[in-house]
C-alpha cells in the first residue's frame, strides 16, 4: 500500500514538471514567433503600404538622416550622411519594398524612409576638371569615407578604392568620386606614384589688377574717367577676350592659395583682382558675362557691401574699412598701415573683415607696405596680401612666394596687348 502511494507521488511530479517543461517550451516558442515577427516586419516591411513607400520614391532624393546603406539582400554596406541628394534606379514598387537602388553607386541600396523627394538635384560643381591631378594615386584600407570640403560625411563604403589626387591637402587628399570632388582622410591611408598626365604645373599664376572703368560709347563717362587706371570697356573686352581665346583660366582666391601651396596644379591661370570698388560695375556685369571670377578690394567704408553687385563670379575682400587715405606716414603716399598704432590699425582691419563676411584676404592701399604693416595684416586675421608690381620680379605669383607680397601686374590705360602676351607668355 505504502508502495502505491509512491508510485502515484512520483507520478505525480512526473507530470507537474512534464507540465512545467512543457509551459517553458511554448513561452520560448512564443518568444521566437514574437522576436521573429518582429525582426520580420523591420527587416521586410511587409506591412508596408506601397502608397507609402511610393511618397518617398522619385527619381531624385534626399536623405533625412545619417542612414545605413545596403545590398541587394538588404545587408549593410555602410552609411551615408544627412542631407546628401542622390538618383535612384527603376524599380518596381509593392507592399514588400523596403530598399531603393542608388543610381549613383552601383550596388547600393537605401531604406524607402531614409530619403525624401526633391525636384532636381542641386548644381554639383566640376570646377576641378580644371585642375591638373598629380601622378599620386591614393589607396583606402576597406572601409572608405568620402567628405566634402566641408568635412560633411557624403559615403562611407564598405570597399576600398584606388584614385588619382587632385588635391594635397594638409590631413586629406582631393579625389573624384561620382563625378564630384571629395575628400578622404590621410589617416591609415597609402599613396603611391602613379602617370595620370602628361601635363605640367604652371610655372607661375598671373594677377591683373585693375581700377576704374568707363563705357566709351558713353561721353559722360568717358568725361568723368580720364586717369591712367580708368579703363575703357573696350580695352578691358579686348583683353577679356584674350583670356577666353587663349583658354586662361581664372581663378578664386582659394585656389590661388592652394597653388602657392604647392596643394594645387594648374594650367596657365590669372587672377583678376579690382581695386577701390568705384565705377566697377560695367566690370562685374562683363565678368559675369564672361564667367570669369574676379575679385574686387572695396574699401567698405565708402561703399554699402549689401548694396554691392551681386553675382556668383566676384569675391569681395579688403582694401581696408577706412584707411584709404595718404598722408598718414612717411615715404610715398603715406598710408596710416606704416605707422599708425597697433589699435587704430586692427580696429579698421576688423571693421573691414566683419562688413565682408570674414574675407580673409588683403590689398595694401596704394601698394606701400613695410614690415609693420604686414605684421598687422597677419595679426587681423588675413591670409594672403597683394601688392603692385616689382621691378625685380616677372610679377608673376609662384609655388612658395611669400604670400603677404604677392605681386600683380597693373593695367593701365595704355597697357597693349603685346604687353600682355609678353608677360603671360612667361608661364611655362
Not at 545619417?66 to 535612384?88: F, H, P, R
Not at 614690415?371 to 620680379?393: C, L, N
Amino acid at each position: 500500500m505504502k508502495k502505491n502511494k509512491k508510485v502515484k507521488r512520483k507520478l505525480k511530479k512526473g507530470v507537474i514538471v512534464g507540465l512545467i517543461a512543457f509551459l517553458v517550451l511554448f513561452i520560448m516558442v512564443l518568444l521566437f514567433v514574437f522576436v521573429f515577427n518582429d525582426r520580420s516586419k523591420e527587416n521586410n516591411n511587409n506591412t508596408n503600404d506601397s502608397e507609402e513607400v511610393l511618397s518617398h520614391y522619385n527619381e531624385f532624393v534626399k536623405t533625412n538622416k545619417e542612414a545605413i546603406l545596403y545590398d541587394e539582400n538588404g545587408e549593410e554596406k555602410g552609411k551615408i550622411g544627412n542631407g546628401v541628394e542622390l538618383t535612384l534606379g527603376d524599380i518596381d514598387i509593392d507592399n514588400d519594398t523596403v530598399y531603393f537602388p542608388i543610381s549613383e553607386i552601383e550596388g547600393y541600396y537605401i531604406r524607402y524612409d531614409d530619403v525624401d523627394k526633391i525636384d532636381l538635384l542641386s548644381e554639383v560643381s566640376d570646377r576641378y576638371l580644371n585642375y591638373i591631378p598629380f601622378n599620386l594615386n591614393v589607396k583606402t584600407g576597406d572601409v572608405t569615407s568620402f567628405y566634402d570640403e566641408d568635412d560633411n560625411l557624403i559615403y562611407q563604403l564598405n570597399e576600398s578604392f584606388d584614385l588619382p589626387i587632385i588635391i594635397k591637402d594638409d590631413d586629406r587628399y582631393g579625389v573624384v568620386f561620382n563625378d564630384r570632388l571629395l575628400f578622404v582622410k590621410s589617416e591609415g591611408i597609402t599613396t603611391y606614384e602613379n602617370h595620370n598626365t602628361d601635363k605640367t604645373n604652371a610655372s607661375g599664376v598671373g594677377v591683373l589688377n585693375y581700377h576704374a572703368f568707363y563705357d566709351d560709347d558713353n561721353p559722360s563717362e568717358a568725361a568723368n574717367c580720364t586717369t591712367a587706371i580708368c579703363h575703357s570697356k573696350s580695352q578691358f573686352k579686348e583683353q577679356l577676350d584674350f583670356l577666353k581665346n587663349n583658354n586662361i583660366l581664372t581663378l578664386k582666391m582659394d585656389e590661388l592659395d592652394m597653388y602657392i601651396d604647392g596643394k594645387l596644379q594648374l594650367p596657365k591661370s590669372v587672377v583678376i583682382t579690382i581695386d577701390d570698388g568705384q565705377k566697377t560695375k560695367l566690370a562685374v556685369d562683363m565678368l559675369t558675362e564672361y564667367e570669369m571670377y574676379a575679385t574686387i578690394f572695396l574699401v567698405t567704408s565708402r561703399y554699402n557691401v549689401d548694396d554691392y553687385y551681386v553675382t556668383d563670379f566676384i569675391e569681395l575682400h579688403s582694401h581696408t574699412n577706412d584707411l584709404h587715405d595718404g598722408g598718414y606716414c612717411p615715404g610715398g603716399q603715406g598710408s596710416g598701415l606704416k605707422c599708425l598704432d597697433e589699435d587704430t590699425i586692427l580696429d579698421d582691419l576688423k571693421q573691414s573683415r566683419d562688413a565682408l563676411d570674414g574675407a580673409d584676404v588683403f590689398c595694401f592701399p596704394f601698394y606701400e607696405y613695410n614690415d609693420y604693416a604686414i605684421e598687422m595684416v597677419k595679426k587681423a586675421g588675413f591670409k594672403m596680401a597683394f601688392i603692385g608690381e616689382s621691378t625685380s620680379s616677372d610679377n608673376l605669383v609662384h609655388v612658395g612666394d611669400n604670400k603677404y607680397t604677392l605681386r600683380r601686374f597693373v593695367i593701365v590705360t595704355y597697357t597693349t596687348m603685346n604687353d600682355l602676351e609678353n608677360y603671360f607668355g612667361q608661364i611655362s
